[in-house]
């Protein structure tokens, strides 16, 4: 349980609703002027979580900061929220710390990738994407080598108390998760020769998809180096005990997410703590200038779990079939549940799109036409996964698919196909049972292989016309493109998913 008392919590901010979704109209407006019958939906999921929590002028305000400096081998952006930047806004903590611990996904980079410094979709870093300002060119870094399967056991091993999935498989694009990429010199980030990595911070592991880097050209270890890289990501700094991850120099020995609070390190950077208001919730006395790294991480993501379930289409409205008259006003949404705090969705609109428009797609992680922004924690049964609405469309058959990962890997899909007629009955909501496609961790997709650069992910900008919608107009329920994502796990190595320690 994450600390609760001094902040509200992200649900009642967002004041989400479950249900089958005939509710109050949202706001919204046409998808393409040509068609103002199909109606892209402006409500609480889309908005950025800044303006979530404090409102439009402040978001104003964020949008306008400096969108990255550095200190040291910390970069921090806009989405930091680190303290320097909640002064200069003159707000308090974010309510990040109020969030249950969620599973956390991360993507070791180990056969080459391709880095841009700027994203194109309003983010500073976006692992999906390949974007991030550790670079200030496009770069390439190179495979790591021979190594890469005893470094990678090792990391695991560091990861092993808390709920984090590795993969060196990509995940899909609308999956949040990290990826830590481990290849060539820090050199080629423009960084000296003695630096081991470099990360993206994000206080409290706000955000789940920045990027961290690590040289093996420049420094042995990678598995040390990257365990704090990623750490870094998540919002702990360095800290002088030699024995914890987040010392800052790579020393070798037997290191660990130390379970003690100890002192920040000033050692290296400008000496300013950039997350103290998340550390003072661990280490009261340390009044923010103290970490435990290990209470940190389970704050996070919590202790190891397996889970092997799939996420559950409950319903769809209209549901599969539905014919639905042309005078109506009504929302195509979906019911969603999942035993873990995290899932990402995707709606990709297949057949019957409006004249003028290629593609339509919403989803979470900000890569589709329309997002869901969901905070980094929250119950999926909870949220009324709206896609669109139609407000006396026109005759015709109009599809939908929809697809569901959790941070294990496990998916589940399903097509939605609607008529749209004169006179036609209304649809009664949706009570079939989806299971979708059962896609676990296992089957071939065409995107998002292991050591694939981009997959789909990597290339899909912040358009989503990045082909996952699979099978056109069938009717059954397709898996997802990149439902081999885990497949990397067992490629590589033959690692299983940690049990609950």
């Avoid at 200190?71 to 974010?94: K, N, W, Y």
């Avoid at 705090?341 to 995707?346: F, N, T």
Wanted: net charge negative.
């Amino acid at each position: 349980m994450r600390h609760t008392s001094l902040f509200v919590s992200i649900a009642s901010l967002l004041a989400l609703t479950s249900g089958n979704a005939v509710a109050a109209e949202p706001a919204s407006h046409p998808i393409t002027p040509s068609a103002p019958w199909a109606l892209e939906l402006d409500d609480a999921l889309s908005k950025p979580l800044v303006e979530q929590w404090y409102g439009t002028e402040v978001a104003q305000q964020w949008r306008e900061i400096e969108p990255h400096w550095k200190d040291d081998t910390q970069l921090m952006t806009r989405d930091s929220f680190d303290e320097p930047m909640l002064a200069a806004l003159g707000v308090g903590p974010v309510p990040a710390m109020n969030y249950e611990a969620s599973p956390g996904v991360v993507f070791v980079a180990m056969d080459g990738v391709t880095l841009r410094p700027t994203c194109g979709n309003g983010d500073s870093a976006h692992s999906a994407l390949n974007c991030t300002p550790l670079v200030s060119s496009e770069v390439t870094f190179p495979p790591f080598g021979a190594q890469a399967a005893s470094e990678y056991q090792q990391l695991q091993a560091y990861y092993e108390p808390f709920n984090i999935v590795m993969t060196s498989g990509r995940p899909p694009d609308f999956v949040p998760y990290t990826m830590t990429v481990i290849g060539g010199s820090a050199a080629q980030a423009g960084l000296g020769g003695g630096v081991c990595g470099v990360a993206n911070v994000a206080c409290d592991g706000l955000k789940r998809n920045h990027v961290s880097l690590n040289f093996p050209q420049s420094c042995p270890g990678m598995a040390e180096t990257a365990g704090q890289e990623t750490a870094h990501n998540w919002g702990l700094e360095h800290t002088e005990n030699q024995n914890d991850i987040l010392y800052p120099f790579n020393n070798g020995g037997s290191k660990r997410f130390v379970d003690e609070c100890m002192a920040i390190s000033d050692a290296t950077g400008n000496g300013i703590t950039q997350c103290g208001y998340v550390h003072e919730v661990y280490c009261p006395a340390g009044m923010g200038e103290e970490q435990n790294s290990y209470q940190e991480m389970l704050g996070v993501f919590g202790p190891a779990e397996e889970d092997v379930t799939d996420p559950i289409i409950v319903s769809t409205f209209p549901e599969d079939g539905a014919v639905m008259d042309t005078n109506e006003t009504f929302t195509v949404t979906a019911n969603i549940e999942d035993d873990s705090r995290m899932v990402a969705v995707k709606w990709t609109w297949v057949d019957g799109l409006p004249d003028g428009t290629d593609s339509y797609t919403r989803c979470t992680n900000n890569v589709c036409d329309n997002d869901f922004v969901t905070g980094p924690s929250f119950v999926a049964s909870e949220i009324a996964w709206d896609f669109v609405t139609f407000d006396n469309a026109p005759e015709g058959t109009y599809s939908f698919l929809l697809e569901v990962f959790d941070a294990y890997g496990n998916g589940t899909s399903q097509m939605v196909t609607i008529q749209v007629a004169e006179g036609g009955g209304s649809a009664e909501g949706g009570n079939d049972e989806s299971g979708g496609g059962d896609t676990g961790a296992t089957g071939d997709g065409p995107g998002g292989t292991a050591g694939e650069e981009g997959g789909t992910a990597g290339d899909a900008g912040a358009d989503g016309a990045d082909g996952d919608g699979g099978s056109g107009g069938c009717r059954t329920a397709t898996p997802p493109a990149s439902a081999a994502w885990m497949l990397g796990l067992l490629a590589l190595i033959g690692i299983r998913r940690r049990r609950a320690a």
